[in-house]
């Protein structure tokens, strides 16, 4: 085991882990962090996407030892008493069903929108491309993420 300095959420955080466990087995075992999720395991479901300064990542597939810089999870982008703008856009569009792929398709979209404030209908429907929602509600995921951009 080792010790890892991590700033997550804005906070500095302190865990023992293993070099090799993957980011999202510390986000939730140790952080008790609920938003990222197991999915595949495999980094194609999308999950597990949580943000590393900035950039969406898929936290399962990378080591704790190879985390440099702020980890930002859907924790981090609002809570319940005060979600937010795509978080609540996603509310409003009643946008998740069973709401297992919600975080990845969160912060995917966070990410797309921290980098392009006014995405077309085609450049969110390529961001969220490598996300898979079994339910089927892609088009109330892409119209809350329209209405986020223009919130």
């Known amino acids: 085991m080792a010790r890892f300095n991590l700033k997550v959420n804005g906070k500095a955080r302190t865990v023992d882990a293993d070099a090799d466990t993957p980011l999202l087995y510390v986000l939730r075992d140790n952080?008790?962090?609920?938003?990222?999720?197991?999915?595949?395991?495999?980094?194609?479901?999308?999950?597990?996407?949580?943000?590393?300064?900035?950039?969406?990542?898929?936290?399962c597939l990378l080591p704790i030892s190879s985390v440099k810089g702020e980890v930002t999870t859907l924790e981090g982008l609002g809570t319940v008493a005060a979600p937010g703008k795509l978080q609540q856009a996603f509310i409003t569009e009643q946008a998740a069903q069973c709401g297992y792929c919600a975080n990845g398709m969160i912060m995917t979209s966070a990410a797309l929108l921290a980098k392009n404030r006014n995405p077309s209908e085609t450049d969110i429907r390529n961001a969220l491309a490598g996300n898979l929602c079994r339910c089927g509600t892609h088009q109330r995921i892409v119209a809350a993420v329209k209405r986020a951009a223009t919130a």
């Open 31 to 59: 952080l008790a962090l609920r938003g990222p999720r197991f999915g595949c395991g495999l980094g194609q479901c999308g999950a597990c996407t949580v943000h590393v300064n900035g950039e969406a990542q898929r936290s």
